[in-house]
C-alpha cells in the first residue's frame, strides 16, 4: 500500500489500532501540536521522518541513548559520546576518554594504579585473538598474558595473569578466594630447550713407534 500522499493524521490513525483512539485522543493532539509548532528537520534526518523510516530513526535514537558518559564506563557499551572514545585498562574495565588522549601504561592519579592497555574498543569487535590470556584470567595453560601484565604461579594447579609486579612471592594475594600462599614464578611460554653443545673432540693423530 502506498503512505506517500497520506496525512500525518493519517498514519497516526493506522499505527493506533481503532478501540484506543478515543483514549489517546489528547496525546494525539499534543503530538500534532508540537509537530506543527517544531522547525523543519536537518536534511540528514528528512528521510527518517515517513513511515518506512521510523524503525531507523529508533534504532539511531535507541544507539545514541545506549552510549556511556565522558569519563564513564563503557567495557559494556563500548560506546561514547562525540569526542571522546572507549578505551580499555583491562578485561574488566574501559573508560570514555578523550580520543588520542589515552597512553598506555600507569596513569596518574588512577585509584586502581595498573597498567593500561589503551586499546580502543568499538562495539562487535572480537575480543583478543594472540592466544593469550586476559588480565586477571586463568593462565597455567596459556603461560602468556596482554602487555603490562604477567603469569604467576599460585601453584601446580593455578597461575593468574596479574599486573606485572604484583604478586607477593609466599604471600596471599587480595582477592584470592582461596587464601593460600603463592609462589609468583612467572611462567612463560615454553621454547626450545637450549642444548649444550657437546666439546668437539679431535682425534689425536696416530704414531708410528720408531
Partial sequence: RHFGKWSFQQRVAL????????????????????????????PALRGAMNITGISELQQLLSSAASCSEAWGGCHETRCCGAGYGCYEKDSTYAQCQPKGSCVEGIHENDPVPTYWSCKPLVAGQPEHESGCSDTWAECLDTKCCEAGYSCYEKDSHHAQCRPEGHCNAGGIQEGDPNPTPWTCTVLSRSTEPATTAEPATTAEPATTAE
Fill in 15 to 42: 499505527l493506533i489500532p481503532p478501540s484506543t483512539m478515543a483514549s489517546q485522543a489528547l496525546v494525539i493532539s499534543a503530538m500534532l501540536c508540537m509537530a506543527a509548532a517544531a522547525p523543519a528537520p536537518p
